[in-house]
């Protein structure tokens, strides 16, 4: 999906920039991240205000919940903030079942406060939610009948009368105010592509609306649109998600590339490992494997969709490497292909394949790699001739099925005598 | 969602009870009385055809926008060579050329009213198909189907509003295969050697596994009367829902074949409408993702799991209920769409 999450430091520095550029609002905030390569004093001279103001620290990972994690300081000064922080990055925690390190923290000011507000902006089929409360914050969840919702439909505006709703139990004055700030946040919203946006909560400062904790997803899709709006911008991998080199390797092919190449590493110990072409095939074979009981045995989770020669070739000695690593005499499997293709030339794009299968014989062999191909589409017969005579020089048990044979079939073959 | 399912059943069962409303061209020349219609219809030889029964048949002209890129070139000669009725292309800046034997025209609007076509297909890169789309909504298109992945969410949202303030334009996609009728129209990029002109109907949100299911129809001899891929997005134009409510009413569709994913609630909505129906045509369908743990991104774009809901196992469960036969793997869904046509003895 499109809608990716981004760090707070990242949403509240496109809300601040673009507030200023879209309404002309000047949002008092500011922020400064830290991770492991951060310099301390480079940091300071950059900003200033940390020297000078109480601070607030909090992990930036996409996830939730912060406050009951024990990795929120607050009002700290910034030798405190410096020593918190020290003490707990690279660390490994666990979050929901998820375990990860902590890479990246948030510096903020602290903000003493009385009110704390709710609002939160989602994209939806035919137009947008806006939700908003006066009892915001840690408790949100068990005040959730005090959130008032609005649906705009499309292209309709963000009026007054609209708003009118959501805060409609506020005094005349800060309704007005919190009434403006909203507007201004659904402009940046739009502007930017946003997919998600919650403050939860914000405050008044000097009567101004002040987020103090926000999250963000954008629409990845939207990236052509918005490259100068969005500057510098990371799109993190969920909380405890680390890429091996394998898999950045893949990615970063990916990215490259309008073919799509997708590799995730799920047991480096498994012995069943698959290059399969399509999104819904390789969900199939995935979960076939695993109605077979063999879930636990599966390496890799691939998918690929129109690579080219070269591509394939990439894709493929990464597998192979990954297959072949640790023999231990015991038999391994790799599933080749998948579905009936529609138009791409079954025979052209098992070259690559059959080239990576080339560099690594030896390889293959001492770690008693058994191979099976079901394919259909343009070409097929002339594919699956080739991968069978591959099979023949490298001296590598090879079976082949064509589209008569069920797609899955071949799971079966593959666990057989594991 | 029950309430969208409601109206198409009352849209359904009025189109069923009232035949007049299929003489729709001829309701324009307002000044006559009905009956004069019906003797006189004799009398206008080029009577245009009936609308097709699933959104397309042998008689939809079809264009393409992007013909003259890469994708749109491939593909257009493909279908000019299964037999679909391609009567031209639209690239701006290169209307009055030729390619591949069709004209090519600057705009949709130009290329309907030289060559009289009813339906588009866009290979167009994703900043531009959005804007592509409303085109040919603009130009009164019957049909539109967008193969481009990758249009970001608020230019969806933005068509879709659109779509749904009109109703002559339908859009299949984006992210999509295509539609296919055997042996009549093919848009989009499917296999076409693999389908047989017959008695089965397949909507599905994933290209490689309806290739599957059409393999296995066609080889136990019941083939398919209209294949749609829906597409992968959860932002999309028509929805398992609308291909259910035209399978339902159109007589060459004898079974129905579902294939949905892990992600959102269509196959949900799909049930409420089968169930309000009260249909004894024989349903089949298969769920993928059945192994994907919650959280996790697999498969399409589309395709996410969060927290319960659009978990494959409650769409099996809500499927079954309903008296759809859910099959566990892809590899059964013609054998067990054969099984069920034996025991309702509908196999000759």
Redesign the interface.
Known sequence: ???KKIREYDSKRLLKEHLKRLVHIDLPICSAQVTESTDFTELLEKESWLSQRRLVVKPDMLFGKRGKSGLVALNLDFAGAVEFIKKRLGQEIEIEGCKGPITTFIIEPFIPHKEEYYLAIS?????FNISFSECGGIEIEENWDKVNSIFL???SPLTDEAIAPLIADLPSEIGKKIGNFMKGVFAVF?DL?F?FIEMNPFTLVDGEAYPLDMRGEL?E??A??NEDKWGNLEFPL?FGRVLSPEESFILDLNDKTSASLKFTLLNPKGRIWNMI????????Y???V??LGC?TELGN?T?YGGPSEEEMLKLARVILDCATANPDGRKRSILIG??????TDVGATFDGIIRALKEKKSELKEANIHIYVRR???NYLTGLAKMQAVGEELGIPVEVYG??A????ICNRAIEGM | MARQASRLIRSLSSQISSPKTQISPLSSLSSSSPSQFLTHSRAFSAAPAPQPAVFVDKNTRVICQGITGKNGTFHTEQAIEYGTKMVGGVTPKKGGTEHLGLPVFNSVAEAKAETKANASVIYVPPPFAAAAIMEAMEAELDLVVCITEGIPQHDMVRVKAALNQQSKTRLIGPNCPGIIKPGECKIGIMPGYIHKPGRIGIVSRSGTLTYEAVFQTTAVGLGQSTCVGIGGDPFNGTNFVDCVTKFLADPQTEGIILIGEIGGTAEEDAVALIKESGTEKPIVAFIAGLTAPPGRRMGHAGAIVSGGKGTAQDKIKTLREAGVTVVESPAKIGAAMHDVFKQRGLLN
């Open positions: 999906m499109a809608r994209s939806e089929r035919l137009g439909p499309t292209k739009q592509d997919s629409d899709n939207a052509f649109k969920p072409a399509g999104g819904g095939a390789s969900l199939i995935t979960d076939t695993g109605d879930a989770y998918e998948g579905n009936i293709a529609n138009l259909g589409g343009p589209p008569e069920v797609m899955t079939g």
